[in-house]
């Protein structure tokens, strides 16, 4: 299971920690979703989550007030036995000094907010699905071309990086070189990057390593990108029967996520880079709902039906 530091939200989300006292180092988040304790205030803990961030809104904040303060102070503490990760109070509520010492002795924190409720809650919950996707490393190069995330696969030393470098050179960016982090966001939606260590760095066979960020600048790199098309290199074979027309898309599964795979058979004298250009363009079009490959099957299929009728003029 992976988790994410508590320390990495407040910095990211830029949250108020009302129980400095606490070592909030050591606390992880390991859901994405939250939660927004109504019906535990009330007294409900049936199928309660307590791994997930506790959010405080207007309207909770609001039933809250019915109550003394000691009742109020009873409450939450009771919510806090369940060891939640932390309470995020929302629209700079304000937080009594008495839940702030109850909330230390228990080492549960209590952060706050300016933004609504709902902003903020559909701000944490894209920001920890990112965090907290299932993710696998493969080996292949991440190129953003024209908008798309082109994942280039193939077996080692088949000219995978160099395809990457002549995009580059095309204005094109490059996201990962020989590790390709890929993180399932959602049931549509595979996100890759690449590990810190190698991040913006391309290998050469013969040349070594190269720093793309300070070689070609910082607009021709990128930290993350959807993974749109993937584009297998292999060796060519003239026994093999390779597509020639494009009417059936060809998948590969990530994840559990189906991403459309063009086979691309390598021989002296073919472009990559214009290749790889191409299919990005061709995808983006078919997204669109324009496919060639049907276009000219239904030009063909058309000719065909009425080929006796022309004929007969002639």
């Not at 299971?1 to 070592?23: A, G």
């Amino acid at each position: 299971m992976y988790t994410v530091e508590l320390v990495r939200l407040i910095e990211k989300l830029n949250l108020e920690n009302c129980t400095p006292d606490i070592d909030i180092k050591r606390i992880k988040i390991s859901q994405p979703d939250v939660n927004r304790p109504a019906l535990q205030l009330a007294g409900f803990y049936d199928y309660f989550d307590s791994e997930r961030v506790q959010i405080i809104g207007y309207v909770e904040n609001a039933y809250m007030q019915q109550f003394d303060e000691n009742e109020r102070i009873e409450i939450m503490a009771r919510l806090m036995d369940y060891k939640v990760p932390c309470i995020v109070f929302c629209r700079n509520l304000e937080v009594s000094e008495r839940l702030v010492k109850v909330a230390t002795e228990k080492e549960v924190p209590i952060l706050r907010t300016s933004k609504t409720t709902s902003s903020f809650m559909a701000e944490v919950i894209r920001w920890l699905k990112v965090e907290l996707a299932p993710r696998i490393t493969i080996h292949g190069v991440l190129v953003d071309v024209y908008g798309e995330g082109i994942l280039i696969m193939g077996e080692s030393g088949i000219g995978k990086s160099e395809a990457a470098l002549e995009l580059i050179k095309r204005g094109h960016r490059l996201v990962a070189d020989d590790v390709v982090e890929i993180k399932k966001v959602s049931d549509e939606t595979l996100i890759g990057t690449s590990p810190d260590i190698t991040r913006h760095f391309i290998e050469l066979r013969g040349i070594g390593i190269i720093d793309v960020k300070t070689l070609f600048g910082v607009e021709s790199v990128k930290n993350t990108q959807a993974i749109d098309l993937v584009i297998k290199l292999e060796e060519w074979d003239k026994d093999k029967n390779y597509d020639r027309f494009g009417l059936e898309e060809q998948y590969i599964e990530f994840l559990g996520n189906k991403v459309v795979c063009h086979s691309i058979p390598i021989r002296p004298g073919r472009n990559l880079a214009i290749i790889c250009e191409s299919a990005a363009v061709n995808h983006r079009q078919k997204k669109m709902g324009y496919n060639a490959a049907q276009e000219l099957y239904k030009r063909v299929t058309n000719r065909l039906r009425g080929g006796d009728s022309e004929d007969r003029e002639y």
